[in-house]
T-cell receptor, first 114, second 113 residues
Framework: GENVEQHPSTLSVQEGDSAVIKCTYS??????FPWYKQELGKRPQLIID?????GEKKDQRIAVTLNKTAKHFSLHITETQPEDSAVYFC?????????????FGKGTKLSVIP | DAGVIQSPRHEVTEMGQEVTLRCKPI?????LFWYRQTMMRGLELLIY????????DSGMPEDRFSAKMPNASFSTLKIQPSEPRDSAVYFC???????????FGEGSWLTVV
């Protein structure tokens, strides 16, 4: 089955700096890569996702890049703000009949220091 | 839409007791998921329903766990008997179709003492 590795497990940045979180996956059949943000005591919420037919996607201060050859994808947050502090999870799922099988990374706890 | 609704939000129970967690998916969504979240193991898929039918229950830890979806708007996850190692946050999630964005409920925080 799919294995998703996420790094780093914790990340501290100064407000206004950029943050980058990286994930690798093992199953070359995976073609859907969402990122979820989970604030303390809350539910995971989708912030951005990318499919394998594109290499980069951007939404305001967040962007995701995908390298299918190397089987890794990254989340980039620019101009970080204190409200960006949360745990971020990457995930991967294959196409077809197994597309429901979303495998999550272990999460990155991001702390933005004012 | 109110989103995915779960109950109870918090439950503390004694070892050996039966626990029933409830979920109402988003109206019109035909895929429903139960996940368990712990510090050690992260987010794990327990079971997946499509059109009320269990498709994949390979993540259910053992026979003490069971899940049902009697109709499109209701699902339950039952643990009988409960054990301290079952303490976790249990999330229900739904999706319009498999392979698309899944929407999580607020979770049920279970503590078994």
């Amino acid at each position: 089955g799919e294995n998703v590795e996420q790094h780093p497990s914790t990340l501290s940045v100064q407000e206004g700096d950029s943050a980058v979180i990286k994930c690798t996956y093992s199953d070359s059949a995976s073609n859907y890569f969402p990122w979820y943000k989970q604030e303390l005591g809350k539910r995971p919420q989708l912030i951005i996702d990318i499919r394998s037919n594109v290499g980069e996607k951007k939404d305001q201060r967040i962007a995701v890049t995908l390298n299918k050859t190397a089987k890794h994808f990254s989340l980039h947050i620019t101009e970080t703000q204190p409200e960006d502090s949360a745990v971020y999870f990457c995930a991967a799922s294959p196409a077809g009949a197994g597309s429901y099988q979303l495998t999550f990374g272990k999460g990155t706890k991001l702390s933005v220091i004012p | 839409d109110a989103g995915v609704i779960q109950s109870p939000r918090h439950e503390v129970t004694e070892m050996g007791q039966e626990v029933t967690l409830r979920c109402k998916p988003i109206s019109g969504h035909n895929s429903l998921f139960w996940y368990r979240q712990t510090m050690m193991r992260g987010l794990e898929l327990l079971i997946y329903f499509n059109n009320n039918v269990p498709i994949d229950d390979s993540g259910m830890p053992e026979d003490r766990f069971s899940a049902k979806m009697p109709n499109a708007s209701f699902s339950t996850l039952k643990i009988q008997p409960s054990e301290p190692r079952d303490s976790a946050v249990y999330f229900c999630a739904s999706s319009p179709t498999s392979g698309n964005t899944i929407y999580f409920g607020e979770g049920s925080w279970l503590t078994v003492v």
